[in-house]
C-alpha cells in the first residue's frame, strides 16, 4: 500500500519569502514521488518528479523538492515567492507494487500575499 | 505540440441522466488515466487503459461507470444514471511509458455537475 499526507491544506507566505510545501509518503518499496501543480480550471502541470535519481530534484519554476528516505518526506520548496505561484499544489507517489495509478494528496493551497 | 484534450469542459446533467466525457490523449501515448477529483481533494484513480486494453478499473466506483479506448487512441468515460455523488472534476491523463510511472501528462478535466 502506498499513501501520501500532505501538512497543511493552505499555505500563505508573502512575495518574496521562501515557499515550503510538506509531503509524507508511505511506501513498502522505493517509491517514485511527484508534485504537480493546479491553477484554476486547469489540469494538472508536473513541476517535478524523483525516480531514485539524485536525491534533490530540481523543477520548473524555481522549484525543487529533496527526497529523504529517513524521514519519507519529500518537501517542496522555492527560495521566493512570485505571485503567480499561487495554485494548488498535489504531491504523488508511485510504486510498481501498486498497480498504474499515481496516489495524491489532498493538495495545498498556496497563496501568495503582495 | 497538442496536450491532451478532453470535452465538454462543463457538463450539468439531471440526475438520472446518462453522460460521457471524451479524452483526446497526446498522439503516440500508450497509457491514458481517468481520475475523479472531488471539490477540495486530490485526483483518485478510476482506470487505466494500456492502448486499447483496460488493464485496471479498481477504482471505478460503480458498475455504472464504463470507460473505453477501443482503437487505442481517444477514451471514453460513461456514466450512467449519474447520481449528484457523481459531481466532480474528472481527468484524463496520457503517457508515453507503459506503467506511466514517469510523467502522465493531464487535460483540463471535464467538471460534471449533477442536479
Known amino acids: 500500500a502506498q499513501s501520501v499526507t500532505q501538512l497543511g491544506s493552505h499555505v500563505s507566505v508573502s512575495e518574496g519569502a521562501l515557499v515550503l510545501l510538506r509531503c509524507n509518503y508511505s511506501?513498502?518499496?522505493?517509491?517514485?514521488l511527484f508534485w504537480y501543480v493546479q491553477y484554476p480550471n486547469q489540469g494538472l502541470q508536473l513541476l517535478l518528479k524523483?525516480?531514485?535519481?539524485?536525491?534533490l530534484v530540481k523543477g520548473i519554476n524555481g522549484f525543487e523538492a529533496e527526497f529523504k528516505k529517513s524521514e519519507t518526506s519529500f518537501h517542496l520548496t522555492k527560495p521566493s515567492a512570485h505571485m503567480s505561484d499561487a495554485a494548488e499544489y498535489f504531491c504523488?507517489?508511485?510504486?510498481?507494487?501498486?498497480?498504474?495509478?499515481?496516489?495524491f494528496g489532498k493538495g495545498t493551497s498556496l497563496l501568495v500575499t503582495p | 505540440g497538442a496536450g491532451v484534450s478532453q470535452s465538454p469542459r462543463y457538463k450539468v446533467a439531471k440526475r438520472g441522466q446518462d453522460v460521457a466525457l471524451r479524452c483526446d490523449p497526446i498522439?503516440?501515448?500508450?497509457?491514458l488515466f481517468w481520475y475523479q477529483q472531488a471539490l477540495g481533494q486530490g485526483p483518485e484513480f478510476l482506470t487505466y487503459?494500456?492502448?486499447?486494453?483496460?488493464?485496471?478499473k479498481s477504482g471505478l466506483p460503480s458498475d455504472r461507470f464504463f470507460a473505453e479506448r477501443p482503437e487505442g487512441s481517444v477514451s471514453t468515460l460513461k456514466i450512467q444514471r449519474t447520481q449528484q455523488e457523481d459531481s466532480a472534476v474528472y481527468l484524463c491523463?496520457?503517457?508515453?511509458?507503459?506503467?506511466?510511472?514517469?510523467?502522465?501528462?493531464f487535460g483540463p478535466g471535464t467538471r460534471l455537475t449533477v442536479t
Open positions: 491523463a496520457s503517457s508515453n511509458d507503459p506503467f506511466g510511472s514517469y510523467e502522465q501528462y
Open positions: 511506501s513498502s518499496v522505493p517509491p517514485y
Open positions: 524523483y525516480t531514485s535519481a539524485a536525491t
Open positions: 504523488a507517489v508511485w510504486n510498481s507494487n501498486s498497480g498504474y495509478a499515481l496516489n
Open positions: 498522439s503516440g501515448h500508450v497509457s
Open positions: 487503459f494500456q492502448n486499447e486494453a483496460q488493464l485496471d
